[in-house]
């Protein structure tokens, strides 16, 4: 049976990585971007906004709630959701520091 060693690294680098495998998949970039550009709490027409079928957003969807950056409420028959900014803004944060430290250490052309 295999172990996962997920829990040998760091948290910092556990959170990175979810971010990392929420954003992973083009149709959870478009999400993201459709709700950003929308700027309010978008009910039921993401759907309408891709070239995929409803069961299949609402996975994408399920993955991108799941790591927070969106959240969603049950308005009625329909749950909305809108870009979560707080939890964003502290991913953005994590990630840019993380990529920076790269480059800070790493000057070197090593191929």
Do not use: W
């Amino acid at each position: 049976m295999a172990v996962n060693k997920k829990t040998e690294f760091s948290i910092n680098d556990q959170e990175i990585s979810s971010f990392a495998k929420a954003l992973s998949h083009p149709a959870r970039l478009a999400i993201l971007r459709y709700l950003a550009e929308q700027n309010s709490c978008i009910c039921g027409d993401i759907v309408d906004a891709l070239p995929l079928a409803q069961s299949t957003v609402s996975q994408h969807l399920r993955e991108l709630k799941n790591i927070g950056l969106i959240k969603g409420s049950i308005e009625g028959p329909k749950t909305c959701y809108c870009i979560d900014l707080e939890k964003y803004k502290y991913l953005n944060e994590k990630l840019r520091l993380h990529l920076d430290k790269i480059l800070e250490v790493n000057q070197t052309n090593c191929c």
